[in-house]
């Protein structure tokens, strides 16, 4: 069975900085291309960002510049640095193995 948890939300003000973990176990597991994603109250769950197996990034358009999301393969992380914060940023954050498996989340909370 895989597992995936996530870490390192938390509140913090505008234009503060975050990091979130992800940490992905299971038997004979080997982590694949990997995502983010988050969920704002009343909304639906968007795509923030994805890097492949070697390495290749990409970040929807509204955090570019400001998240960047890397891994550590040997150690089945990936992670989300999250710098210049905005309210806007605020929603659970969920990391993501695209052959359909999730986190629980971790609440991000931005305030003015």
């Known amino acids: 069975q895989v597992q995936l948890v996530e870490s390192g939300g938390g509140v913090v003000q505008s234009g503060g900085s975050l990091t979130l973990s992800c940490e992905v176990s299971g038997n004979a597991y080997r982590m694949n291309a990997m995502g983010w994603y988050r969920q704002a109250p009343g909304k639906e769950r968007e795509w923030v960002a994805t890097i492949t197996t070697g390495g290749a990034t990409n970040t929807r358009e509204s955090v570019r510049g400001r998240f960047t999301i890397s891994r550590n393969s040997a150690r089945n992380r990936v992670y989300l640095q999250m710098n210049s914060l905005k309210p806007e940023d605020t929603a659970v954050y969920y990391c993501?193995?695209?052959?359909?498996?999730w986190g629980q989340g971790t609440q991000v909370t931005v305030s003015s």
């Open positions: 993501n193995d695209p052959k359909g498996f």
